[in-house]
């Protein structure tokens, strides 16, 4: 089952970008993932952000190292991030990434994720997150700053988590 939730645009960094936002539980046809993202879930109604030395909040995630299955790459990025252990997690679908001015197609997996704060500090090699914040779900969008795309991304790991 593929059902498309989301498509439009995005600027990032100075390159744009059409994203499209599948639910999904099949990735047997995505031709180049790299990158996992989890919606982290403390409990039903809160969820972990990680604070960026640029002052934006995102969700923890990152780039699939070599010899990394999807699941020790999301892991890893979710302890390193926010500080926070993956007690269970479950694939919710994919961002099908298209840079327009060059055409290339990356695929980037979301997750839902059971965690659990750990006491220890941020530990991010890149020095990118130097914090996280544990946010409610309803809130969790308006920090992030992602608009429809952000809140359709937040609904559905709501609605798969709950299952």
Request: aromatic share 8%; charged share 30%; with cysteine.
């Amino acid at each position: 089952m593929k059902k498309l939730l989301y498509k439009g645009k995005l600027n990032w960094k100075g390159i744009n970008h059409e994203l499209e936002l599948y639910e999904s539980d099949d990735i047997s046809d995505l031709e180049f993932i790299n990158q996992c993202q989890a919606i982290p879930f403390v409990d039903e109604n809160n969820v972990v952000l990680f604070k960026h030395i640029d002052g934006y909040y995102s969700l923890p995630g990152g780039t699939v190292e070599e010899g990394e299955s999807f699941e020790e790459t999301l892991k890893r990025e979710v302890m390193e991030e926010s500080a926070c252990e993956i007690l269970e997690s479950q694939l919710i679908g994919y961002v099908k990434d298209i840079e327009l001015s060059s055409g290339k197609v990356k695929f980037q997996l979301r997750y839902w994720a059971k965690v659990k704060p750990l006491d220890q500090p941020i530990n991010d090699p890149s020095g990118k997150a130097i914090g996280r914040e544990i946010v409610n779900i309803n809130e969790a969008n308006e920090k992030l700053g992602w608009g429809e795309r952000g809140q359709v991304l937040l609904d559905l790991a709501r609605r798969k988590h709950k299952k």
